[in-house]
């Protein structure tokens, strides 16, 4: 199989994309993917993705955010946008790829309460990012 580049597209690049960005990196090693993650908006990654995929043993501590910009002009196997559907008015779109998915996945910095509960969200994300990092790299879809 030749390697496939796949960009993971959030709002902010600030942890979904981020998260999806390092797991497809721990979970498909070898030459079969390239990961890379972009968003409308150039932020930071956020402590608490860090923290999480730390926890997981993965370290995303090196990664930045990028601007979605970045990357136009550049061919990707799949664009997969990461944002919650009831907010995909503000997710963005890369024509570039030749395959492009969405996943529904909740904003955890928008989770209010305290920072156990914000740590819980963040959890929850990284996992469900997990299982679908997991099934594409099982399936080749994206689904």
């Not at 580049?5 to 998260?19: D, I, K, W, Y």
């Not at 993650?37 to 995303?60: H, K, L, N, Q, Y």
């Not at 492009?100 to 929850?124: C, H, K, N, Y």
Request: glycine share 8%; net charge negative.
């Amino acid at each position: 199989m030749a390697t496939q580049r796949v960009l993971f597209l959030c709002t902010q690049n600030s942890a979904r994309s981020q998260m999806a960005e390092g797991l497809l990196r721990a979970r498909a090693a070898g030459d079969d993917y390239e990961a890379f993650s972009a968003g409308s908006e150039a932020t930071s990654v956020r402590p608490e993705a860090v923290a999480v995929m730390a926890e997981i043993g993965i370290d995303i501590a090196g990664q930045r955010s990028k601007r979605l910009d970045r990357y136009f002009g550049e061919a990707f196997d799949w664009a997969i946008t990461v944002c919650n559907f009831t907010d995909c008015e503000s997710c963005p779109v890369f024509p570039g790829a030749s395959q492009l998915a969405r996943w529904d996945i909740q904003d955890p910095t928008q989770v209010a309460g305290s920072a156990e509960d914000r740590m819980a969200a963040f959890r929850r994300v990284r996992d469900q990012i997990d299982g679908h990092i997991r099934d594409f790299i099982r399936d080749g879809t994206a689904g």
